[in-house]
């Protein structure tokens, strides 16, 4: 998902993973994406985030925080739209079954 292939371009991949929401009581539909990238990839350190919370405060945007939540953006190429993904709601990755 994030290794870049040779020319430096995300690997597209499959994925089928369960929806779910807290706000909403809803969850169960399986999904399915092909083709689909992982977006906004960025090294995160405790500098850069304490250099994005100021940057929050005086903007007003948020810091997603993913590895906090495990949750992951998805760029779907062909709709041309970006799908937050729970981790441990992944069922499958590339037809493979995910384990925890």
């Known amino acids: 998902m994030r290794t870049p292939d040779a020319k430096g ?3 597209p991949f ?3 993973f369960v929806k779910a929401d807290r706000k909403r009581k809803t969850a169960g539909e399986l999904v ?3 083709n689909v990238i992982q ?3 960025r090294p995160s350190t405790k500098a ?3 250099k994005e919370r100021l940057k929050e405060i005086v903007t007003g945007k948020k810091n997603p925080n993913h590895y906090e939540h ?3 953006n998805l760029y779907n190429p062909v709709t041309q739209k970006i799908t937050k993904v729970h981790t441990r709601l992944v069922t499958k990755l590339n037809e ?3 384990i925890y």
């Open 70 to 72: 495990s949750t992951i």
């Open 48 to 50: 850069t985030r304490h």
């Open 9 to 11: 371009n995300a690997v």
């Open 14 to 16: 499959s994925i089928e």
């Open 32 to 34: 399915r994406m092909e």
């Open 39 to 41: 977006s906004g990839i």
């Open 96 to 98: 493979q079954p995910v």
